[in-house]
């Protein structure tokens, strides 16, 4: 397989678990710079150089309500 992404740097919001874990994985294998960021505080500080030129948004919560049962700071 040939490394397509050799020469890109990508950035993975949720990529810890789940879907965005085998979007990292995906990502590295074809060769591009992987950085991870996770939902903890203390997950993703610090600079990403070079600029991302890939952006995977997968980071998200999942509240099993209505709009309307959900409280303000949710």
Avoid: Y
Avoid at 13 to 23: D, E, F, H, I
Avoid at 42 to 50: A, H, K, N, T, Y
Avoid at 56 to 72: E, F, P, Y
């Amino acid at each position: 397989m040939t490394k397509q992404l050799q020469t890109r740097c990508a950035l993975v919001s949720g990529g810890k678990r789940g879907l965005g874990r085998a979007m990292s994985d995906a990502l590295a294998v074809a060769g591009a710079a992987v950085h991870v960021f996770g939902v903890a505080p203390d997950e993703g500080r610090g600079r990403l150089r070079p600029a991302p030129d890939i952006l995977v948004n997968n980071a998200g919560i999942t509240r099993d309500r209505t709009l309307m049962k959900m409280s303000a700071r949710e």
